[in-house]
Every structure is written in C-alpha cells, then in structure tokens.
C-alpha cells in the first residue's frame, strides 16, 4: 500500500473515534506497518498482514485505550508481542511514558528497531515474563496503568497486571465481546490480587462487526506480596 492511500485509510478510520493525526503521526504509524510486515517472516509477528486489516485490526483497536489513560501518567503494556497496544498508543499520545514487556527477546529487538526508526521517546522495551517483572521492586507498584491485548483470560490477566500497578491506579484489558463468563470466572482473582471492576465497555471496532471490550478494574488495596506466582501457574492454576 502506498502511503497516499494508507493515509487515507488511516484518517477517515481515526476521523471515527474523534482521533486527529499529524503528519508525523501518519508517517510514524506507516513506517511501523512497513517494519511489521518486513520483520514478520522472520519473527512471525502477526497473522494479520493486509494493510487495511492492519490499521484497523491492529493500530486503530490499540489506539481506543488512549481515553482511557490520564494526561502524563505512564504505563505498561504486558505481552506486548509485536507492540500493541503500546506503540499505537505512543504515536498518538507523547505526553504517555510507556514500558512494553515481552517474554521473546526476538520481539524485543523489533521492537526496539521501531522505537529508534519511529524517534519516540520516553518508550522502552524489556525483555521479561510478566510473572517475573510484577516481583521486581523496580517495576512493583509503580505503573499508574497496566495493559494488555489478548494474552489471558480475566483471572490470569489480572495475576500479571495488578501488582504492577499503583494503588488507584488501573488495569486496562483489551477483550473479545464475548466476556461476561470470564468476567464472572475472575471477580474472585480481582478481589484477591487488590483490584475492583469499575468500567465495562462493549463496541463494534469502526464499521465493522469485529466486536470489542475494555474491562478497566481499578487498584484499590496492594497485591498481597505472594502475586504474581512463579512462571506458568497463574496460566494452569487461576485465582479461583
């Protein structure tokens, strides 16, 4: 796709969310579906590679968070795979310091590529499992959001997000539509690990009928230090 026509694309699908880009932001957001497609037969990035599939599918469901996230507050995006939600997030917002974490070291130096071909600053990227990133002293607590796109379900999600973040701060999770059971299957886990749902908000992704959900669980107690468990268990052993 040429970037005319990408520009196109990505303007009138930002034109519906109220979302204005500069011409920096369009380059930005072009060169990092370049890399993505250039990096993914190596790394095997993503399984979506049509340009317009990646605008929507990728960079304009990403970019529906930022309402989300105060002015100046920094976040983490864990599992961040190929940079999503963060680096979409970035472009749009400056004013965000962002952390993205990724257990694939592969994914980490594309990662680092766009941060340095895109110029953004105040993103970094670390190579880490969330289970062993929420135990470290630098990094417990200290994030005013946590987020993630399609790594978990609710209870194990919240294992990986909530001892990150600071008391009265906010997890942000990126859903399927389809969420009530797992909504009901993780109240237990929230309520344990310090965390209270305060939003559900369901939606169609732009015109289409791609269906979206953003559970934001607000942190109203800390993490009893025990959480997150060791690599794997919160996977094959939810909080139930």
């Not at 992704?205 to 997150?228: A, G, W």
Request: glycine share 4%; charged share 30%; hydrophobic share 40%.
């Amino acid at each position: 796709m040429r970037i005319e026509e990408f520009k196109e694309k990505i303007l009138n699908e930002c034109a519906k969310i109220n979302i204005v880009l500069n011409d920096i932001q369009i380059s930005q957001f072009y060169n990092y579906m370049c890399l993505i497609l250039e990096w993914n037969g190596k790394i095997n990035l993503t399984a979506i590679t049509e340009p317009n599939e990646i605008i929507l599918k990728h960079f304009i469901d990403s970019i529906m968070i930022s309402k989300y996230i105060q002015k100046d507050e920094n976040l983490i995006d864990v599992g961040t795979g190929a940079g999503f939600p963060g680096i979409p997030v970035k472009i749009i917002r400056e004013d965000i310091n962002i952390t993205l974490i990724d257990s694939l070291n592969k994914r980490i130096n594309f990662l680092n590529q766009v941060i340095d071909k895109l110029k953004l600053k105040n993103i970094n990227a670390i190579h880490a499992r969330a289970e062993e990133i929420g135990k470290m002293q630098q990094y417990r607590e200290k994030f005013d959001y946590a987020t993630s796109r399609a790594v978990a379900n609710l209870s194990t999600l919240s294992e990986y997000l909530l001892p990150l973040v600071k008391e009265n701060g906010e997890a942000i999770c990126m859903k399927s539509q389809d969420i009530n059971q797992e909504i009901n299957e993780g109240k237990k886990a929230i309520s344990v690990l310090g965390g209270k749902i305060t939003k559900i908000d369901k939606f169609n992704l732009s015109d289409s009928d791609i269906k979206r959900s953003i559970i934001v669980i607000k942190k109203i107690n800390k993490t009893p230090l025990r959480y997150p468990r060791k690599a794997g268990i919160p996977s094959k052993e939810p909080i139930k």
